[in-house]
Each structure stands twice: as structure tokens, then as C-alpha cells.
């Protein structure tokens, strides 16, 4: 049986090429002994350009050599022009981790995590990752999997947890006595002293930012409103899983920070995966790219996104959103989440990129699963394993439409250079990741929240329907009410200084959106919601140069919406509790039971 195990060579700056399924199969193939070009392609069923770039890739990063020995006996009679491959040192190196990632959709490995195994959930046994993914197919299911710390290949291990029930997730693990859930008490890690003023007072409980569940359990409000006061800059502990980080809370501290040039993106801009380690679409993905590659790549993608572009876009979001909404209106109880909310933002930014209507709903269920659950007991596996379908998808559309292009934005962007060379298949994927998961789920969480938000506060409804409100102004309070992601992150490139706070090179600093927002010196009254707030200079869109691309848009989205509510809705009720969404990022609900009764 083989023994899935991470050996001790240096990962930390090779894992990100191991970042996509290309990567894993050409290099499965290549350690099999299918060396030569044609019988790569032959093996992966991949096309020539798409397979000649990932070995150009593996090959610039010292993974691939050419192999100028081979004879051709593995493989059947060398050809004229047919390059063979061999894997270097590093590359086979990397065998483990390819298995391990293989079995589990590109789970990405934290430096404890070294020792781990593949192990059958039910038996406890340790299994042989290549014979998983060879029995589930190209797209790994991993349902009845865990990963453990096991002693040697087929010993007995204890599962992490009891078997479940077929269709069944288990439990999520309890805290240990005296712990709330969510709740951590205590010094930063050993090796990291932050100065007094960042310093958690140790009889002060405060919420572990990386469990999702603790933004469901506790008043998240309530919490920042504390921090803000008494320790708005700290270092915020490690734990079991994690390194530790700094938390930055006050808007006079976040609204600058967006902007510094000591602190970078291209590590990574959510927490959950810059924690393990540097994103693989660093440097490729406008959002997690630094200078000088970030601002001509915007530029290429904002060409999509400015307000004369998107015209016609609008209007027609208009018209969807009208008819949605007439459809709900008297119908009775309905979720405003799956028949409104859901429908608006993915159709829009589906038809920018010309998705076929087909794909839509699975590409829905990705989204909703990449960066949230509505489950406490949430799944990181899934999350990565639905963004790499994401990714996936988009790959497979991008060769398309290099092949045969419209006039939608892959098109467009298949079709541009960037700093003189055009976009690969794996930049154009996860750009078009990056804008299906931004344009979606913004607009959709702010939508669930600020219908919410309208009947529970039947006075500013009232104010909206009436016009003593104009929809623009109550637009900009739905989005710093909502505000959609809780936070953003950055890795400083340089020590810097933070509030009197020693920043040193390297270190995670997050800057909490969801607390800026409601920073009582800038917003008054910041938790009463109110539809004619001004000034209003939220941070919902970020700042600077890394603000949201999509930013008119969605705000054309939640306008439309707020129209058509004023001119078709005269009374709104709520007919039953939210489902809250589980995640350190996403930040609302996953549906909305309510009755919307005509004007």
C-alpha cells in the first residue's frame, strides 16, 4: 500500500504550482513513465496548446526536463518534433504531495500537516490516494475520506470521527470544557511579542477569526465594538491549525491600509487561504496581484466593467428584476434568496461572460460552496474542491473560446495582451473565477440582507416606498449594513508600523471590513439602519487600487431591485428564521422565507 506522506524537502515556495488539475496529471503521467509529448496527450485526452503551456509552466519552475534520452520504448516510436519529459529531482519529490492532493481536489497542506495520511473514515484504515482518485474519476468525490496522523502505511487509526450515515455529514467536534464555541482565551504564540498596545488583555474572551462558526454563534457587533475600543490593532493568536495574524478594526486604520504599498495581495486576499499558505493564483488573478503586473491586467478587465460598456447590461437587469419580482408578489410564502436573490447577479455576470443557461445553476452551487456553508460543521474540503471546479469549468470555456470567439469578456480577454504576451488558459480561468465569485456573491448576500433589513426596520420601508428616501442613498446603506465580506487580507512586504504596532515582513494583516463599517466615529449610530445616511463612505467595494471592479454593477443590481420593490410591494413580511451562511468571509444568510403583498 503506498504511504501518502509529505516529505521533508523545501514545499513552501513549489507548492502553489501544484495548483491545478493539469499540473497533477501531467505530472502523474510523467512519473508513470508516459514521457513523450504524444503520450501525454494521448493519456490526459488534453489539447496540444493547453498541454504545451502546462509543461512550458512545470518546466520554467524546475519541475520538468527535457529528456533527451529517452528512446521511445515506453511510449511506442519516437516521432520527428515529439519531445520527451522526465521529472527532476524536485519533481519527484513531489510524488506524495500529488498523491495526497490528487485524492483530495488540491487540498492545500500546512507545514504540521507533513505526517498526514489518506484514511478511510468508516474502517480507519489508511488508504492509497492513487487508487481513490483512479476509482472517482478525474473530479475527485471525497466523501467517506479524512485526513489523519498516522504511524505507518495500513496500521489500524483511530477515525476522526464515528462513521455517518450514508448522505450524512458527522458532527462538527465540540470545544473543550470551559470553551464557547468560536471563543479563545489567551497570549500570542510563542516566537511572535507584539508591543503592549496590541497585547489581548488575557481575561478578555475573543472570538477565534478563523472558526466560521464563531460569526453565527456570537454578536459579531457587539465583539468589533469591544476590539474598536480596546485593542483596535492586535495580534490575533494562533491556533491549533493556523499561524497567528494582525487584526486591524478602526476605518481611520483600515482606509489607509488598502491603499499602503508595504503590504501586498499576491499571497493572497482571504484569510482561510493565505493562512495556508500563498495562493496558487497569486500573480495571475487581478485580486491577489501586486505591481507592476496588477494595474495593466485591471485595465484589461475593467474595460468590461465601466458604466458605457454595461449599458444595455443594465437595462436588462432591469427587466429581469422586474419580472421576478412580479412573479413572487402575492404568490404567498417564497424564499427570496433561490427565487430572486440567486437569479439576478449570477444571469448578469453569466451573460457578460456568456455562459450557456445549462451551466448556471451548477456554477451557482460552486459559488455558494467556495467560500461559505450553511452548515456549522463546514467542509474545507468542499470549498476547495468547488473552486477547483470553477476553475476547471472556466479552463475548458477559455480554449473554446480562444478557438471559436463571440463578443463576451473571454472572449475578450482570450483575445488581449498583457506586458506584451496574451493571457494564458490558467490566467484566463481564474480571472473568470475571480469575477463569477465577485459578481455573484456581493450582490446576492447584500440583497438577502437588505430585504431583511427593510422589514425588520418598517419605518425605513415606509420612507423608501414613499420617496422621502432616494434608492441611490438607501443603495450605499444597504451595502455598509450588509457589508458583504467581513474582511480582507494582505502580507506586509516590508516591517511597517500600524498604530504604533511593529509589523514585521511577512506577517498577515487583516483589515476587518465588517468593523469599519460600523465605526461609531465615523457612522452615527452605526447599528441603526438608515436609508438617508450621509456622508456614507463605506468600505463595502474596498479602496484604492484593489477596488471592486464590479462596484457599478452591483450597484445597478441592488438599485433595480429597490426600484421595482417601491413599485410593486407595498407590504413585506419575514415567515420564518434566516438560514445564516458559515464562513470567516462571506458575511448574510442562504435564504429568506417571506410574502410580498402588491401595493
Request: hydrophobic residues 40%; contains cysteine; charged residues 25%.
Amino acid at each position: 500500500m503506498t504511504q501518502a506522506r509529505i516529505p521533508d524537502c523545501p514545499l513552501a515556495r513549489t507548492v502553489e504550482v501544484v495548483g491545478s488539475w493539469w499540473t497533477l496529471e501531467i505530472l502523474h503521467v510523467v512519473l508513470g513513465g508516459h514521457t513523450r509529448f504524444s503520450a501525454i496527450r494521448r493519456d490526459l485526452e488534453t489539447p496540444a496548446d493547453v498541454l504545451a503551456d502546462r509543461i512550458a509552466a512545470l518546466t520554467a519552475k524546475g519541475l520538468l526536463e527535457v529528456d533527451d534520452t529517452a528512446d521511445g520504448a515506453a511510449d511506442g516510436a519516437a516521432e520527428p518534433g515529439d519531445p520527451a519529459y522526465r521529472a527532476t529531482d524536485l519533481g519527484r519529490s513531489l510524488r506524495p504531495l500529488l498523491l495526497v492532493m490528487a485524492a483530495f481536489g488540491n487540498h492545500r497542506l500546512a507545514p504540521e500537516d507533513r505526517s498526514l495520511i489518506l484514511v478511510d473514515e468508516e474502517t480507519g484504515r489508511e488508504v492509497d490516494p492513487v487508487v481513490v482518485a483512479r476509482a472517482t474519476g478525474r473530479r475527485v468525490a471525497t466523501a467517506g475520506f479524512v485526513f489523519a496522523r498516522g504511524p505507518t502505511a495500513g496500521e489500524q487509526i483511530a477515525p476522526r470521527y464515528p462513521a455517518a450515515p450514508a448522505g450524512r455529514r458527522p458532527p462538527a467536534a465540540r470545544p473543550p470544557p470551559g470553551r464557547a464555541p468560536g471563543l479563545l482565551r489567551g497570549a500570542p504564540p510563542s516566537g511572535k511579542e507584539p508591543s503592549d498596545m496590541s497585547r489581548t488583555d488575557l481575561g478578555t474572551p475573543s472570538l477565534d477569526l478563523t472558526d466560521p462558526a464563531a460569526f453565527v454563534d456570537n454578536d459579531v457587533h457587539a465583539y468589533w465594538r469591544d476590539v474598536r475600543a480596546r485593542n483596535p490593532v492586535h495580534w490575533h493568536e494562533a491556533t491549533e491549525r493556523n499561524p497567528g495574524f494582525w487584526v486591524v478594526s478602526r476605518y481611520a486604520d483600515v482606509q489607509p491600509l488598502y491603499t499602503d504599498e508595504a503590504l501586498g495581495s499576491a499571497r493572497g486576499n482571504v484569510l482561510d487561504v493565505v493562512l495556508r499558505g500563498d495562493d496558487s493564483a497569486g500573480g495571475s488573478m487581478v485580486a491577489v496581484t501586486d505591481p507592476p503586473r496588477h494595474r495593466p491586467l485591471r485595465n484589461l478587465l475593467f474595460s468590461s466593467f465601466t458604466p458605457r460598456v454595461l449599458g444595455e447590461v443594465v437595462e436588462e437587469v432591469g427587466r429581469r428584476t422586474d419580472a421576478l419580482v412580479a412573479s413572487v408578489v402575492g404568490r404567498g410564502t417564497f424564499d427570496f434568496a433561490a427565487e430572486i436573490a440567486d437569479r439576478i447577479p449570477m444571469n448578469t455576470i453569466c451573460d457578460l461572460l456568456s455562459v450557456p443557461a445549462a451551466d448556471r445553476e451548477e456554477l451557482l452551487r460552486w459559488n455558494k460552496k467556495a467560500l461559505s456553508s450553511v452548515d456549522a460543521a463546514y467542509d474545507e474540503v468542499d470549498a476547495i474542491a468547488a473552486r477547483n471546479e470553477i476553475v476547471l469549468y472556466f479552463m475548458d470555456l477559455a480554449q473554446e473560446r480562444r478557438a471559436r470567439p463571440g463578443d463576451d469578456v473571454i472572449s475578450l480577454l482570450a483575445a488581449a495582451e498583457v506586458q506584451g504576451r496574451p493571457l494564458t488558459l490558467e490566467e484566463l480561468a481564474v480571472n473568470c473565477y475571480s469575477l463569477i465569485l465577485g459578481g455573484d456573491e456581493t450582490s446576492r448576500v447584500s440583497a438577502i440582507s437588505g430585504v431583511l433589513a427593510l422589514i425588520d426596520h418598517p419605518d425605513q420601508w415606509r420612507a423608501l416606498r414613499t420617496g422621502e428616501v432616494s434608492v441611490e442613498s438607501a443603495v450605499e446603506e444597504v451595502l455598509r449594513w450588509s457589508t458583504p465580506s467581513f474582511h480582507v487580507a494582505r502580507t506586509a512586504l516590508r516591517d511597517l508600523e500600524i498604530a504604533g504596532n511593529a509589523v514585521r515582513a511577512g506577517d498577515i494583516v487583516t483589515l476587518w471590513t465588517v468593523s469599519a463599517n460600523n465605526d461609531e466615529t465615523v457612522f452615527d449610530e452605526p447599528r441603526r439602519f438608515t436609508l438617508s445616511r450621509s456622508p456614507n463612505k463605506h468600505l463595502s467595494f474596498g479602496h484604492g487600487p484593489h477596488y471592486c471592479l464590479g462596484a457599478f454593477l452591483a450597484r445597478a443590481e441592488l438599485r433595480t431591485l429597490l426600484t421595482a420593490l417601491v413599485a410593486q410591494v407595498g407590504r413585506m413580511e419575514l415567515c420564518g428564521s434566516p438560514r445564516p451562511i458559515y464562513s470567516n468571509f462571506l458575511n448574510g444568510y442562504d435564504d429568506l422565507p417571506v410574502r410580498f403583498e402588491g401595493r
